[in-house]
């Protein structure tokens, strides 16, 4: 007896225009890049604000007196004075105009200056020094032992 029922109502909605033979039209496709709707795009690298300067980094930081030793990588700035370098004896730094310069004037008055930029590696007595960096006035040095 069921399916009595079930033939007139499914007739019924045919007659009355709810069901048709034509399947219904396709949605518009949204694949094509004129039609496709914006999407937001990630900001590009360049848009992303900069530091207004490089930072320099060094492996003992600005501690001058792991230096003396001879075995350090330091941020130096003009005036410092590094330590017994090596028996070197102290040593004054001065970064200017992109170079560091390194003197040192021993008891009986002679005296020792090493000078460079970026890069330069040089050597007093049994003590290496190597410029890692300059900016400005502040440089990244590393000493180590010959």
């Known amino acids: 007896m069921k399916s009595r029922v079930v033939i007139p109502v499914a007739l019924a909605l045919l007659a009355a225009g709810c069901g048709t033979a034509e399947p219904p039209a396709a949605a518009p ?3 094509d890049p004129v039609t496709a709707p914006p999407t937001s795009e990630p900001p590009s690298p360049s848009s992303s604000p900069l530091p207004s300067k490089p930072v320099l980094a060094a492996a003992d930081g600005t501690r001058l007196k792991v230096c003396a030793d001879g075995t350090c990588e330091v941020i130096v700035k003009n005036g410092d004075k590094l330590p017994n370098a090596s028996g ?5 730094v001065q970064v200017k105009g992109g170079e560091v310069t390194l003197s040192k ?4 008055g002679f005296s020792s200056t090493l000078s460079g930029p970026q890069g330069t590696v040089q050597q ?4 290496v020094f190597m410029i890692i960096a300059v900016e400005g006035n502040r440089a990244v040095l590393r000493m180590m032992k010959a």
């Open 124 to 127: 007093l007595n049994k003590q």
């Open 88 to 92: 070197v004896g102290p040593v004054d």
């Open 29 to 31: 496709a949204t694949t």
């Open 105 to 108: 004037t021993s008891g009986d």
